[in-house]
């Protein structure tokens, strides 16, 4: 069975800190996908990676950045020098080696809150 | 460009009464799901459909039913409704392993 584990219910930072949500997963595939969605107050989920097991490169894209480590089964998102409209709930998900073709495996959340 | 549309976005219900989710998709994609979110956790799968006239249980899927007879289309039916049903329903859509794209949302309380 899949698991995802993120162990951070609340996470608050005040404006321009960096912070980083956690994220640890459990699966048997060897071949896998993990994903990370930003769900704001307005309640709507956007992708923002997708990253297979394959490929243990991190990534960055503006002031995001992505840690994936497969020897210790975690796949950590950064924000650097966060602003209030970064506030939302992360969520990290899991797919099988259909690349989630067959449904996603979610965490429970961390809401995030970015105090001006 | 619509993407997936859902509606109703709100909905109430009454203990044992039936209702039907609408989701419909237009960027073509074979892949569609449903996933439903109780407060303060995680969306969990309850039925997909790799495409039309093909459905499949996720991981909750008692008390729900599921038809796909378009690529468009993937109603999700609520037979006799209860209060463990109350969430929020999202319908998400994929092409093939490509990210999923869900939906606003339909928010379902049962009383």
Redesign the interface.
């Known amino acids: 069975a899949q698991k995802?584990t993120?162990a951070q219910?609340e996470i608050s930072v005040v404006e321009k800190e960096d912070v980083t949500l956690d994220c640890v997963y459990e699966t048997r595939d060897t071949t896998y996908?993990l994903?990370w969605?930003k769900q704001p107050p307005s309640?709507?989920?956007v992708?923002l990676i997708?990253r297979n097991s394959f490929d243990e490169q991190n990534e960055i894209s503006g002031r995001y950045s992505w840690n994936f480590q497969k020897s210790t089964s975690s796949f950590n998102f950064t924000i650097t020098a966060s602003q209030v409209v970064d506030s939302a709930v992360y969520?990290c998900?899991l797919?099988g080696t259909?690349?989630?073709?067959?449904?996603?495996?979610?965490?429970?959340?961390t809401h995030l809150i970015i105090q001006p | 460009n619509a993407g997936v549309t859902q509606t109703p976005k709100f909905r109430i219900l009454k203990i044992g009464q039936s209702m039907t989710l609408q989701c419909a998709q237009d960027m073509n994609h074979n892949y569609m799901y449903w996933y439903r979110q109780d407060p303060g956790m995680g969306l969990k799968l309850i039925y997909y459909s790799v495409g039309a006239g093909i459905t499949d249980k996720g991981e909750v899927p008692n008390g729900y039913n599921v038809s796909r007879s378009t690529t468009e289309d993937f109603p999700l039916r609520l037979e006799l409704a209860a209060p463990s049903q109350t969430s929020v329903y999202f319908c998400a859509s994929s092409y093939g392993s490509q990210p999923q794209h869900f939906g606003d949302g339909t928010r379902l309380s049962i009383l």
């Open positions: 995802v993120q219910t996908y994903f969605y309640g709507e989920l992708f997708r969520f998900a797919g259909g690349g989630g073709a067959d449904g996603l495996t979610f965490g429970k959340g």
